[in-house]
């Protein structure tokens, strides 16, 4: 169950205050927040920018942009000892009345990943070839996020490229008119301008965006491979206890850490 992540609104809404205190805080620019906002450098970066995004990708690449950035907005938290749990549940219950009695407890698992491992298991499917199928649905899941992700990712690379074509624009528009000292502010702004709007768009938004998916990327199929790893040890019929210290191996140190001492208690109990 995906919620809402305030870290990537926050992270920019932070980067935007530290810069504008910056600004006004300079002794050179201070109350002078207005000189950083020219909409001749806004056009070029944007304009630019959107322009080239939409010559490199096709027109449904550009369509799934906003469900992409969405999810930079969103959060998982994978619950792993309670994925463990349920492996170690479905073990069980599969050495006592077999593979077929697992198709009726799937109404209370609600992964489409694992209800399909369990559903392959069932029909007696080899181990070898379940494992080739599930990961069949992974790569193909790594590379529609991939591609999801690299619209995000070229964007970081064309608006500084963008921030750079816009100082050029600038520095000709001095040189031609240098004759005219007032034109030589106006056209300066444009170039320098541009370079940080470029700047700022590429690695306070896309950049960090983007690494965001990746990681989001990699921890959903860290969790699949866990769920594989379950699957093919209940078609396998693996004992539970061995189940369990397999697939805890897939759980950070400090949740191994209370899971020892939880059993020690356990132990001390008995």
């Known amino acids: 169950m ?10 920019i809404f932070l980067g935007l205050t530290m810069i504008l205190l910056a600004i006004y805080t300079s002794e050179i620019g201070g109350g002078g927040a207005g000189y950083f906002f020219q909409v001749t450098s806004i056009l070029i970066v944007l304009g630019g920018l959107s322009a080239a ?6 027109m449904a690449d550009v369509k799934s942009v906003p469900i992409v950035l969405k999810e930079t907005f969103q959060t998982q938290n994978h619950d ?4 463990i749990e349920t492996f170690v549940d479905l073990s069980t219950k599969a050495r006592r009345e077999g593979l077929l009695a697992l198709e009726m407890g799937l109404e209370d698992v609600n992964d ?4 399909k ?3 392959l298991a069932v029909d007696g499917i080899e181990p070898e070839i379940i494992k080739d199928i599930m990961m069949a649905e992974v790569v193909a899941m790594e590379e529609r996020h991939r591609k999801g992700r ?3 990712e070229k964007a970081g690379e064309y608006a500084p490229a963008w921030g750079m074509i ?4 600038g520095l ?4 031609q008119n240098l004759n005219d000292p007032s034109s030589l502010g106006p056209n300066m702004a444009v170039a320098l301008l541009t370079t940080l709007y470029g700047s700022l768009l590429a690695n306070l938004v896309f950049i960090p965006m983007a690494s965001k998916l990746a990681l989001s990327t990699e921890e959903e199929v860290f969790i699949k491979q866990i769920v594989i790893e379950g699957v093919i040890g209940v078609q396998s019929g693996q004992n539970p206890k061995i189940l369990q210290e397999k697939l805890s191996a897939f759980l950070p140190n400090h949740a191994k850490k209370g899971e020892s001492e939880k059993e020690e208690e356990e132990i001390l109990n008995d």
């Open 112 to 115: 489409p990943f694992i209800e």
């Open 117 to 119: 491992g369990v559903l």
């Open 166 to 169: 816009g100082t050029l624009i």
């Open 53 to 58: 995004i939409l010559i490199n990708f096709s």
């Open 80 to 83: 792993i000892q309670g994925l």
């Open 2 to 11: 995906k919620k809402l992540d305030m870290l990537t609104p926050i992270g």
């Open 172 to 175: 000709v528009l001095m040189l």
């Open 150 to 152: 690299s619209i995000i």
